[in-house]
């Protein structure tokens, strides 16, 4: 049973626009947010986290909107650049475990200029 | 400082040979996590060490794998008798502590392929 479901699988979008990235979880003892930005032979890097007690936040280009309710989280990439394209991943962490985030299955975005 | 480190960064074995994969976290972590990349897929935990104490091994496939961390910083995760299914990106993160604010830098990874 896969418990951090991301959509879509890929994603292109012309320079300028606004890809958004959702995900959806079941367990309610998730209580850490964050995406992760991966390009190709690196490792993942953090790009933006959120806590289930704030439904918005914003870093830079970054947003995350987030809906308790609706068990539900997105990123949106406002002004999006070619150098945007990469593979973006959410991810939750169970409460009270020690810690490991489980990882969604990835989107594939790219910009084109 | 320097972020988390990972070699070799790419090794192929042959099938049944073991190997050995290095992390070094970042000063002073005191978490640190292992993960398994398979191609075109998220990130799976493997196991979670807190300082040298290996606090979770759920995420360990099989019993040919085992990961140690005998000081509190450089940890290895070894494969015994590697198989095809082992070829993956192994990816080694870790966390100032296991508290607030829970954020996890991952290294680049060490790509293994089993041939």
């Known amino acids: 049973q896969q418990q951090v479901k991301q959509s879509p699988q890929s994603l292109i979008v012309q320079k300028g626009g606004i890809p958004i990235i959702n995900c959806a979880y079941e367990n309610t003892a998730f209580d850490y947010f964050p995406w992760y930005q991966q390009f190709p032979g690196k490792g993942p890097a953090l790009l933006i986290a959120?806590?289930?007690?704030?439904s918005e936040k914003k870093e830079g280009r970054f947003t995350i909107s987030f809906n308790k309710s609706a068990k539900q989280f997105s990123l949106h990439i406002m002004d999006s650049q070619p150098g945007d394209s990469a593979t973006y991943f959410c991810a939750a962490r169970h409460g009270g475990s020690q810690g490991n985030l489980i990882f969604g299955k990835g989107t594939k975005l790219s910009v084109k200029p | 400082g320097a972020g988390v480190s990972q070699s070799p960064r790419y090794k192929v074995a042959k099938r049944g040979q073991d190997v050995a994969l290095r992390c070094d976290p970042i000063?002073?972590?005191?978490?640190l996590f292992w993960y398994q990349q398979a191609l075109g897929q998220g990130p799976e935990f493997l196991t979670y060490f807190q300082n040298e104490a290996q606090l979770d091994k759920s995420g360990l496939p099989s019993d040919r794998f085992f990961a140690e961390r005998p000081e509190g910083s450089v940890s290895t995760l070894k494969i015994q008798r590697t198989q095809q299914e082992d070829s993956a990106v192994y990816l080694c993160?870790?966390?100032?502590?296991?508290?607030?604010?829970?954020?996890?830098?991952f290294g680049p990874g060490t790509r293994l392929t089993v041939t």
């Open positions: 000063s002073g972590h005191v978490s």
């Open positions: 993160a870790s966390s100032l502590t296991g508290l607030i604010p829970y954020e996890q830098y």
């Open positions: 959120i806590r289930p007690d704030v």
